[in-house]
């Protein structure tokens, strides 16, 4: 079974205004940690923002929040007032606390951001 | 302060060469994690490597794919007789200590190798 799926290959969004990316994971560690990372088309991955498995508060970080519903495994990424330089592949990414040494990541979903 | 640094950035490698891709992990980092990136897919996990171990190569093919991190120097992810499938983007990240679940890791910019 994947680890992490992510249903929407690509996503456009108006320029300024908001975008969610669906991210559902699969786990039974009860202690995990879900990050999201930004890949421009230069290549490399931004570490965005992340939430933990017990934090009762959803993550936030500037523009980017984190839609963390424990339930239905799902740690959606949501970006407010889109801007073009948010134009990339978004990769949702987890890792597991019994199985530290490697991350779990998504096949991503290509954002355009439309002016 | 410099990032992860990887080299070279593009390789191009014949069919039966070999690859060697380099990774300098950020100031203080001794752990180091290797990932290949297929094209219009996820990044996998191949190997993480203190220095001088290799603590888990659960995601290395058994064969031609060997990483090493010395105690001096950079990390290298080597691929001997390199095949056109192993084309993809390679990349190192690193982290200050021992993994945890809630440990970012900080990647490099990734090795972009094309086997012809």
């Known amino acids: 079974a994947q680890k992490i799926t992510q249903t929407q290959p690509g996503m456009f969004v108006q320029e300024k205004e908001a975008v969610t990316l669906d991210c559902t994971y699969d786990t039974s560690d009860p202690s995990y940690g879900l990050f999201w990372y930004k890949q421009p088309s230069s290549g490399e991955m931004i570490f965005l923002i992340y939430?933990?498995?017990?934090?009762?508060q959803n993550a936030t970080e500037g523009r980017y929040s984190l839609n963390f519903q424990k339930a239905r495994k799902s740690a959606n990424l949501v970006i407010s007032a889109s801007q073009l330089g948010d134009s990339a592949m978004y990769f949702c990414?987890?890792?597991?606390?019994?199985?530290?040494?490697?991350?779990?990541f998504g096949s991503g979903t290509k954002l355009n951001v439309k002016p | 302060n410099a990032g992860v640094m990887q080299n070279p950035r593009h390789l191009v490698r014949r069919r039966g060469q070999e690859a060697r891709l380099r990774c300098s992990p950020m100031k203080g980092h001794s752990h180091v994690y290797w990932y290949r990136q297929l094209p219009e897919e996820g990044l996998k996990f191949m190997v993480y490597?203190?220095?001088?171990?290799?603590?888990?190569e659960s995601g290395m093919p058994k064969e031609r794919f060997s990483a090493e991190f010395p105690k001096e120097g950079p990390s290298i992810l080597r691929i001997q007789q390199v095949v056109r499938g192993d084309s993809a983007a390679y990349f190192c990240a690193s982290s200050p200590r021992q993994g945890h679940k809630d440990t970012e890791a900080f990647f490099g910019q990734g090795t972009r190798l094309t086997v012809v």
């Open positions: 490597l203190q220095k001088e171990n290799i603590i888990d």
């Open positions: 939430q933990g498995s017990y934090d009762q």
């Open positions: 990414a987890m890792r597991e606390e019994y199985n530290f040494n490697k991350f779990y």
